[in-house]
């Protein structure tokens, strides 16, 4: 089935304000989506708080992450982790960064972030930590530049992941649900975790429960209905977004009538000339 480019731009908007909704994303933070006809492009946000993110907010940027069309309002500035990483990974076609308060101990801590749970599986069995400081010293801690978003891409590698040095995370995923998907459920992951280690002995999966976990959860069936269970929550909180307006249809303008040039019938003609001749 063929999705229109309005429609995945709605489902955007959607998922912007549904991962913010789930107290994943707050002012900051953002989502992108591959573009779906042309791999070397895609779709992401001006400066917004994702939980406002409408249709009609969504730009269209090159893998170097520059506009298609010079937009007349602010960019998010760190748009190059998503440029970086679409360009190293052909197998990705959504991306989300966020500073969630679950995943941000493991940021600051360096301690590694691991599946303690069934669902947490989405994760996958590693998730690197990239260090801002290894190849580029004191920085704002933004990934602003795209030797910086190249450096994340790398690390990230071929996993589901990234944990960001006293920053936050990066999830990747092959659609836009996917990634909202994992995104959810590893922060939900990490709140376990952390929670479970105040009590006593964190408990692990194993690497073939992680695999076998992983695979189920990355069904479409799965993941519709964790979609749906959010879009309804969403719907419920008066939070989703509208529709796209089309450019309304120029009206064409009404046909001019042509009036005919008759020529005067010879009675007319006569009294015409007898009018004439009383005036004289």
């Not at 649900?177 to 194993?206: D, M, P, W």
């Amino acid at each position: 089935m063929t999705v229109s480019l309005a429609d995945i731009r709605h489902e955007l908007a959607i998922a912007n304000r549904m991962v913010a909704h789930e107290g994943v994303l707050d002012a900051f933070g953002h989502i992108s989506v591959r573009h779906p006809e042309n791999p070397n492009r895609y779709f992401l946000s001006r400066s917004r708080s994702p939980e406002l993110v409408e249709p009609g907010d969504l730009y269209e940027f090159d893998l170097d992450s520059e506009p298609v069309t010079p937009p007349p309002l602010p960019m998010y500035s760190e748009r190059v982790i998503h440029g970086e990483i679409f360009k190293a990974r052909p197998d990705v076609n959504a991306v989300c960064h966020h500073h969630s308060a679950d995943i941000l101990p493991y940021c600051i801590t360096g301690e590694p972030l691991a599946v303690v749970y069934h669902l947490g599986a989405v994760i996958g069995a590693h998730v690197p930590f990239w260090d801002s400081q290894d190849e580029f010293g004191d920085t704002n801690l933004l990934v602003r530049k795209p030797e910086e978003g190249a450096s994340l891409a790398r690390t990230l590698g071929d996993h589901n992941m990234v944990l960001m040095r006293r920053h936050g995370a990066t999830v990747v995923g092959g659609n836009l649900r996917e990634v909202v998907f994992r995104t959810i459920y590893s922060c939900r992951n990490a709140e376990y975790q952390s929670a479970a280690k105040r009590i006593g002995k964190v408990g692990t999966l194993t690497p073939g429960e992680i695999e076998m976990a992983g695979q189920l959860h990355a069904q479409p069936n799965t993941i519709a209905r964790a979609w749906e269970y959010w879009v309804t929550r969403l719907e419920k909180a008066g939070g989703m977004p509208p529709r796209e307006r089309a450019a309304p249809a120029r009206k064409a303008a009404p046909a001019r009538k042509a009036v005919a040039k008759t020529q005067p019938t010879k009675s007319k003609q006569m009294k015409s000339k007898q009018t004439k001749g009383k005036r004289r």
